[in-house]
């Protein structure tokens, strides 16, 4: 059971925009940057979001991060697709003095 | 440009000690800031941290599984080696290692750049 909790699944018509939520505590999310990260099926975690809304070199607009307090949401506007993938929230516990993930959440593009 | 790759045995057995590679290139784990992290992932289920090293050499584990990890660094080859004694099938997964990067001056810490991974079954 992960610190951070995530929806398993998400789903939305193509064109459309979704959100995934991450909910945290004060020691990681309400006292350190979210980071998010996409996995697509049978691939490696890629950065798609860190520094809770910045976009790393050739990540699409489409992506975008922000947080509030001890949580964290991911949105993806005009939906493709390519996007059909696991997203996964992730943040520094100052507990754990150590990265923590979200427990990952399945978006399916209708 | 950054790249890693996870090395080691595919199968291994019960109570027996676990060893992975990370080799990689594009950076240098002398330089300061720098670290690389060991995560894994057991079949279908969610990204679990493991283990991290510092261009320093500080060393940090997950409390959950601290007593059964080692990780250690050879600058000189540009590898980070992760050892996991008394495995159990439980262990079974998919271990990445990643490249983490810190932010100056706010200290943010990522994984921005990850191995492909590499299958380790624990089996009798």
């Known amino acids: 059971q992960s610190v951070l909790t995530q929806p398993p699944s998400v789903s939305e018509a193509p064109r459309q925009r979704v959100t995934i939520s991450c909910s945290g505590s004060s020691s990681n999310i309400g006292h350190n940057a979210v980071n998010w990260y996409q996995q697509l099926p049978g691939k490696a975690p890629k950065l798609l979001i860190y520094?809770?809304?910045l976009l790393p070199s050739g990540v699409s607009d489409r992506f975008s991060g922000s947080k509030s307090g001890t949580s964290a949401s991911l949105a993806i506007s005009g939906l493709q697709s390519e996007d059909e993938a696991d997203y996964y929230c992730a943040t520094w516990d100052d507990s754990l003095n150590g990265p923590i993930f979200g427990g990952g959440t399945k978006l399916t593009v209708l | 440009q950054i790249t890693l790759k996870e090395s080691g045995p595919t199968l291994v057995k019960p109570t027996q000690t676990l060893t992975l590679t990370c080799t990689f290139s594009g950076f240098s784990l002398s330089t300061s800031g720098v670290g690389v992290g060991w995560i894994r992932q057991p079949p279908g289920k969610a990204l679990e941290w493991l283990a991290l090293i510092y261009w320093d050499d500080d060393q940090r584990y997950s409390p959950s599984l601290k007593t059964r990890l080692t990780i250690t660094k050879d600058t000189s080859k540009n590898q980070v080696v992760l050892a996991m004694t008394n495995v159990d099938p439980v262990d079974t997964a998919t271990y990445y290692c990643?490249?983490?990067?810190?932010?100056?001056?706010?200290?943010?810490?990522?994984?921005?750049?990850w191995g492909q991974g590499t299958l380790v079954t624990v089996s009798s």
């Open positions: 990643a490249h983490l990067e810190r932010l100056v001056p706010s200290a943010v810490l990522y994984f921005d750049y």
């Open positions: 520094y809770d809304g």
